[in-house]
């Protein structure tokens, strides 16, 4: 098989009793995607590294991932769903009856709870669909989504997909950490959409009202995301004299959006921006972007409250584990990262913008 797709000048078996050829140097990223496909028919699989001008490839076992437990992915959805539900029941029957006169006055109650439930859901589910259409795509060995329930108000605490085998090359782990944030990105700006069509507009005198109760607040950017501000430029709604737009409980549904691809494009560990970084970068360049996104967390006050302050300590844990200077590292880790995908850092860049969220303490 190795024969077949490159010049093989020698080949021994190494001291763990691996099969390894040397080869000699080319363009591979094509080939070895290739010679991955005919090993896996037989169950095996094989890494290339630069050894001394040439390049050496060696071929090992797949690990036998075991059966998929869909059984556990599916009971853990749907605690999800009900947590986020009740998140959701909460945010409107237990709200004060001032704000929900004023912001609700005529307007089905239930349907708002499952409206501010459904967001919130459906950002989280389009986002890790997004992360499996890219393993799929790939045919890369991954497990579902393992949705993870929280408490009010939020529901959740998002979801994760485990990687079990190394995707082949740069390009695949580059399409592993973006998928996700692109397609949650544009779910949040649906909702964010949605949420200024629909929402409420009130009197300036009602405003007063509810600002004086502190019952309404008003948050500039950096402490909602720079995405609520450009949607606010655009005047998606005409507003009457006097009056003033309230988003309402979608709000914390779009800040949720944003919270996620915020956190998940950082450079850390092996979340979303942590393949990006390794895949742009290299292993150096990753372990230097860890410890700018750790800084960034920690000038935007992670460290101060709640869900913010459980988020900052255990990027902590990690920083002191040494895990997120650990990337995944490819199969093929020679051939450089498709021009394509450099040019989607940069909107990776953009979301991390759009996205950022600092914390008031």
């Not at 986002?127 to 009010?152: C, Q, S, W």
Request: glycine share 6%; charged share 15%; hydrophobic share 55%.
């Amino acid at each position: 098989m190795l024969e077949n797709r490159f010049t093989v000048l020698d080949w021994y078996v190494d001291v763990n009793g691996l099969p390894t050829f040397v080869i000699a140097k080319e363009q591979i990223k094509h080939k070895f995607q290739q010679l991955l496909g005919d090993l896996r028919n037989h169950n095996l699989a094989a890494r290339i590294v630069e050894v001394s001008e040439k390049y050496v490839i060696s071929v090992f076992p797949r690990r036998n991932s075991g059966k998929p437990r869909k059984l556990i992915n599916l009971l853990m959805f749907l605690a999800t769903v009900g947590a986020i539900s009740l998140a959701g029941y909460t945010a409107i029957f237990y709200a004060d009856p001032r704000v929900t006169a004023a912001l609700f006055a005529g307007s089905n109650l239930t349907l708002q709870a499952v409206i501010y439930a459904a967001s919130i859901l459906s950002i989280i589910a389009i986002h890790e669909t997004g992360h499996v259409i890219a393993n799929r795509h790939h045919k890369m060995d991954a497990t579902l989504p393992y949705f993870v329930p929280g408490p009010p108000p939020i529901g959740t605490f998002g979801a994760v997909i485990s990687l079990r085998a190394p995707p082949a090359n740069r390009d695949q782990l580059f399409d592993l950490g973006f998928s996700g944030p692109i397609a949650g990105f544009m779910a949040t700006i649906c909702v964010a959409v949605f949420a200024y069509l629909t929402a409420p507009i009130i009197t300036l005198h009602e405003a007063d009202a509810l600002l004086k109760a502190n019952l309404l607040s008003v948050s500039p950017w950096p402490y909602t995301p720079l995405l609520l501000d450009f949607l606010d430029q655009l005047g998606l709604r005409t507003v009457p004299a006097d009056h003033i737009l309230v988003l309402t409980q979608l709000v914390l549904a779009i800040e949720v959006g944003a919270l996620i691809t915020f956190l998940n494009l950082l450079p850390v560990w092996q979340l979303d921006g942590g393949h990006i970084a390794r895949a742009i970068f290299g292993e150096k360049g990753h372990k230097i972007a860890a410890f700018v996104g750790f800084i960034v967390l920690l000038v935007a006050g992670y460290w101060a409250e709640n869900y913010w302050g459980f988020a900052f300590l255990l990027i902590i844990f990690m920083v002191a584990s040494r895990r997120p200077l650990e990337g995944v590292e490819p199969l093929d880790d020679i051939s450089p990262l498709s021009t394509s995908r450099k040019l989607l850092f940069v909107v990776a860049l953009v979301m991390l913008a759009f996205s950022f969220v600092a914390i008031r303490f």
